[in-house]
């Protein structure tokens, strides 16, 4: 095969590696090259079953039709093969998506897989709707509901919390000492969502799954979003 000719299931590689859920989510933790490899991999398989698919069309009646118009198209050896790999790269994760794995299971697995602790609880705290409890490294600490859970992505370094109760630890003995309870403004006039914060995850120093009953004299109320807490808020920027 011509060497202008591997650049296409080099594309149908990266492509279906970089918008198949199955994969997608763990591509984005590798570098470039790494990147580049995987797709020449998978390119490679593509390529195997763009040359079995235009082997069996050529040997029928439509083949022998076709082939000259695609010669006088194309005339490049092995262009069909080409062409009709980069065709599987593109068709290929829109199937896999729809029928065989879900972007919410995707993302689950590549988490629970290749994510770090802090990922895994985001992501668990997000999915089961839990509050949780983040200490900042200047001691600030909220407990609250997950918004924006980080991904693999080297780049989503922000994790974005609705937030129940704020407060501090105390220097010395690290207690945690709450001074704001923010169900008393989320009322009639003001959203709940105007209150979300955002921070790096560099700055935590601390995080854990939240009970309310700890603190037998501080009342938490549900109050957050339906469409918040299961993650469809979309009019939302992503604070990565």
């Given amino acids: 095969m011509p060497a202008n000719i591997l650049i296409l299931p080099l594309i149908a590689g990266y492509w279906f590696v970089h918008f198949c859920y199955y994969f997608h ?19 490679t398989f593509l390529l ?8 069996g ?4 009646a439509f083949g022998h039709w076709f082939r000259p118009i695609w010669a006088s198209f194309a005339p490049v050896d092995f262009s069909g093969t080409g062409a009709a790999t980069l065709a599987l790269g593109m068709a290929a994760p829109i199937a896999v998506n729809r029928w065989l794995v879900t972007k919410e299971d995707a993302r689950a697995r590549a988490i629970g897989k290749h994510g770090n602790n802090f990922l895994r609880l985001t992501f668990n705290a997000q999915v089961r709707e839990r509050t949780i409890s983040v200490t900042l490294d200047n001691r600030k600490t909220y407990i609250g509901y ?3 859970a980080p991904s693999l992505d ?8 609705l937030p129940l109760l704020s ?5 010395d003995t690290l207690e945690l000492k709450f001074t704001t309870t923010y169900s008393d403004f989320y009322g009639d006039d003001a959203e709940p969502l105007d209150f979300t914060v955002a921070f790096p995850i560099a700055q935590v120093r601390m995080a854990s799954f939240f009970d309310e009953r700890v603190k037998d004299d501080v009342i938490i109320e549900k109050v ?17």
């Fill in 224 to 240: 957050v979003p339906e469409e918040v807490v299961n993650g469809k808020d979309a009019a939302l920027p992503h604070a990565g």
């Fill in 57 to 60: 069309v050529s040997a029928t």
């Fill in 146 to 148: 997950m918004v924006d």
């Fill in 25 to 43: 989510f763990r591509s984005q933790r590798l570098d470039g090259y790494r990147l580049l490899i995987e797709s020449a991999i998978a390119g």
């Fill in 154 to 161: 080297p780049n989503d370094s922000y994790v974005r919390l």
């Fill in 48 to 55: 195997f079953l763009g040359r079995l698919i235009t082997f």
């Fill in 167 to 171: 407060g501090y630890r105390d220097k």
